[in-house]
């Protein structure tokens, strides 16, 4: 896979990240922001009105009946995210909350959330949605 196709499908599966939790309530706030330790991919504030960080992770596959033969799909979109990058992303997700106090209702404080999305060459996609997560 090139780089470019690379690049398309994170921008499709985080396109479909941002749908995906502007349905189900979530405020959206940025998107894509750098620091020097990386990038949250997602800033929303989700439904209870905590600060979430969210990392997306996509995978395109063939067919989703490669995903019921787990034998045929070696990686998943969760298996990307490294516990180097959650350090990063935790580190980028306590300074901007330490930056942006005006995000944290009632001393709610923030999480961080992952969203994993499977692709396939039809461009169907699956969504899972993990809240909270720790590594």
């Avoid at 398309?8 to 405020?27: M, Q, R, T, W």
């Amino acid at each position: 896979m090139n780089k470019n196709n690379h690049i398309n499908i994170g921008k499709l599966g985080e396109n479909i990240a941002c749908a995906y939790l502007s349905k189900n309530g979530y405020k959206l706030v940025e998107r894509n922001v750098n620091m020097k330790w990386g990038e949250i991919d997602i800033i929303a504030i989700n439904t209870e009105k905590i600060l979430t960080f969210i990392e997306v992770k996509t995978i395109k596959i063939k067919t989703f009946a490669d995903v019921d033969n787990s034998a045929k799909l070696c990686i998943s979109p969760e298996n990307n995210l490294t516990k180097s990058k959650f350090i990063k992303l935790q580190k980028c997700a306590q300074y901007y909350a330490n930056n942006h106090p005006n995000f944290i209702y009632k001393d709610k404080g923030y999480e961080i959330d992952l969203i994993a999305i499977l692709i396939n060459e039809k461009e169907n996609y699956k969504v899972n949605y993990y809240e909270n997560i720790f590594i």
